[in-house]
């Protein structure tokens, strides 16, 4: 989709949640309404990975008004996750469990995890490590 002036925010939980942290103490809460405003503008958001984080009060809390907020605004959110559509649910709490899948394609990927078939070696990719020549054609 285009959307003039729209932006796309693609992270894990983590990642977003840490980015709604006050930075210093005495951050007031007019900084963190801001970003939260930011995250739940965003014309795309993609949570990466759901389920993996540490689930304190104060994340459960934001993903909740973030999650709720988008869906009353009919944002589309995509959302990665090893937990079973089932299953979801217990891990992130009835509500966020509705307002994710409410109207949602829910694609199942199976089969070997690639990463671990990857080789991430340097040597025979000179062009990552800085150490080989660049050859430009024009």
Same mark, same amino acid.
């Given at each position: 989709f285009h959307m003039q002036g729209a932006y796309c925010i693609y992270g894990t939980l983590p990642f977003i $949640? #840490?980015?709604?942290?006050?930075? /210093?103490?005495?951050?007031?809460?007019t900084a963190l309404r801001m970003s939260i405003?930011?995250?739940?503008?965003?014309?795309l958001l993609v949570i990466d990975?759901?389920? *993996? #984080?540490k689930r304190g009060e104060w994340v459960a809390e934001r993903l909740t008004m973030i999650v709720d907020e988008r869906h009353k605004r009919n944002k589309p959110t995509?959302? *990665? *996750?090893?937990i079973k559509p089932d299953d979801l649910p217990g891990a992130v709490g009835e509500r966020i469990a509705? /307002?994710?899948t409410a109207g949602a394609t829910?694609?199942?990927?199976?089969?070997?995890?690639?990463?671990?078939? $990857?080789?991430?070696?340097m040597a025979d990719k000179p062009w990552l490590s800085g150490t080989g020549r660049h050859r430009h054609e024009r």
């Open positions: $949640m #840490e980015s709604l942290r006050p930075v /210093r103490p005495g951050d007031d809460a405003d930011r995250v739940v503008g965003a014309g990975d759901l389920g *993996t #984080e995509i959302v *990665t *996750t090893n509705s /307002r994710l829910i694609v199942v990927a199976s089969g070997d995890d690639l990463r671990k078939q $990857m080789d991430f070696s």
